[in-house]
């Protein structure tokens, strides 16, 4: 798997985004999405995503479960971010983890969301070995919020 790793969204899966999307910035959240805000790296003008906030032992994460998406790039561009529900907006400053440090958080992940991101993870879900989470992260960027 190549740390390029992208996947377009289309079909039902914009429109799903898009309803998800309207829903965080009226306040409600399914299941921990938030809609992320960050500054185009080209543009500097706010792009949104809606995303979905992970909690492992305390501490919260950002995964991308499409790979090196545009929010991704932007956010590793800007330093800083911010997740947004309803009114509430909270400023943040992630960090990436390294490879090594991402299989606990995919099996997390994959757990909590498998029934809507599965189809992105290439047949590998929660039961995988460590092995198999190691194999595919270069390909999922994780950052700690």
Same mark, same amino acid.
Request: charge should be positive.
């Given at each position: 798997m190549t740390t390029t790793r992208y996947v377009a969204p289309e079909g039902t899966s914009t429109f799903f985004n898009d309803l998800v999307g309207h829903l965080a910035r009226l306040g409600v959240s399914i299941l *921990?999405?938030?809609?992320?805000?960050? +500054? *185009?790296?080209?543009s500097g003008q706010w +792009?949104?995503?809606?995303v979905n906030l992970l909690t492992v032992d305390g501490v919260r994460y950002l995964v991308a479960p499409r790979g090196h998406t545009q929010w991704v790039r932007n956010l590793r561009?800007?330093?800083t971010g911010e997740l947004r529900l309803g009114r509430r907006v909270e400023v943040f400053t992630p960090t990436e983890l390294a490879d090594?440090?991402?299989?606990?958080i995919l099996r997390a992940y994959l757990k909590r969301w498998k029934f809507e991101v599965g189809v992105f993870f290439d047949g590998v879900d929660h039961t995988a070995t460590d092995a198999e989470l190691l194999a595919i992260a270069p390909g999922y960027p994780v950052f700690r919020v």
């Amino acid at each position: 798997m190549t740390t390029t790793r992208y996947v377009a969204p289309e079909g039902t899966s914009t429109f799903f985004n898009d309803l998800v999307g309207h829903l965080a910035r009226l306040g409600v959240s399914i299941l *921990g999405t938030r809609l992320l805000a960050v +500054r *185009g790296r080209k543009s500097g003008q706010w +792009r949104t995503n809606p995303v979905n906030l992970l909690t492992v032992d305390g501490v919260r994460y950002l995964v991308a479960p499409r790979g090196h998406t545009q929010w991704v790039r932007n956010l590793r561009a800007a330093g800083t971010g911010e997740l947004r529900l309803g009114r509430r907006v909270e400023v943040f400053t992630p960090t990436e983890l390294a490879d090594a440090d991402k299989a606990p958080i995919l099996r997390a992940y994959l757990k909590r969301w498998k029934f809507e991101v599965g189809v992105f993870f290439d047949g590998v879900d929660h039961t995988a070995t460590d092995a198999e989470l190691l194999a595919i992260a270069p390909g999922y960027p994780v950052f700690r919020v």
